[in-house]
């Protein structure tokens, strides 16, 4: 387990791009007196022992890595440096968390590593409105990537691999939670949330019940399709609910 979660913060790193305010730590095999730590300048710049200003902003770890080796080898200062680069704070990058939040906003990546759920917990946990699904849209390897993400799986069932690793300029979105709407002889009638696998009595419970009035006899549900057109559906009271389901209770006759 040790071993793959290494093998994970490893590639990440060597994915991370550089960027202003990124705080680093650089060290050099064999040579203890040249560990450094520093920051990245708005311009893209460190100050490095020996060489002066190098440039790594835009640059990937192992990219900025081999310009230092370059730079001290060039100059006739280190013969075969290896170079490492720790990053240490993550300052000039940041991510947005959008929609049903409780802290809508751009949060920074203030260390390395930072996953979905330190995200999250940034901008408030999501909110009583939110979906138990979101989105996490970013660029890997060049590439913009799609994924959604089952946020009481990645908790309640330990599906800690979807908690993955966020970078600077990905967007976290929180759907709205669907709901469903119940009138006519319920004693609350209204828009309620949705939850999973809920099924027409649960609805009924949430509308707070049938009024002395009503009646579960002759009960209606209004669903729209997917292609538009309008159904009406008398169902059983153990049949689960769609997203925008319309729930009418008639009254009693009798």
């Given amino acids: 387990m040790f071993i793959g979660a290494l093998g994970s913060a490893q590639a990440a790193d060597a994915e991370y791009v550089l960027g202003p305010g990124d705080i680093i730590r650089i060290t050099v095999f064999q040579n203890p007196d040249l560990t450094t730590e520093t920051r990245v300048s708005e311009n893209g710049a460190i100050t490095f022992p020996l060489v002066g200003n190098v440039d790594v ?19 006739g200062f280190v013969l075969q440096p290896q170079i ?52 996490l849209i970013g660029v890997r390897k060049g590439k913009i990537e799609r994924t959604e993400i089952d946020v009481p799986a990645l908790f309640m069932k330990g599906d800690l691999a979807k908690d993955v690793i ?27 949330r949705l939850e999973r696998g809920m099924t027409v009595m649960q609805g009924l419970a949430t509308g707070g019940g049938v009024t002395i009035r009503g009646t579960t006899r002759g009960m209606q549900i209004h669903r729209r399709s997917e292609d538009g057109t309008q159904q009406v559906i008398e169902p059983q009271l153990d049949q689960a609910l769609a997203p925008n389901d319309v729930i009418f209770v008639k009254e009693s006759l009798f």
């Fill in 84 to 135: 490492g680069i720790l990053p240490l704070q993550i300052r000039g990058n940041q991510v947005a968390v959008l929609g049903q939040v409780n802290r809508p906003g751009r949060y920074p990546l203030e260390t390395f590593n930072m996953r979905l759920s330190d995200m999250l917990a940034m901008a408030g946990g999501i909110a009583a409105t939110g979906a138990d699904e979101l989105v």
């Fill in 57 to 75: 902003g835009g640059l990937t770890v192992p990219a900025a890595e081999s310009r230092i080796a370059e730079q001290l080898r060039s100059g």
């Fill in 166 to 192: 966020v970078s600077g300029g990905d967007v976290i979105y929180v759907h709205r939670a669907p709901t469903f709407y119940i009138y006519g002889e319920v004693n609350r009638p209204g828009a309620f």
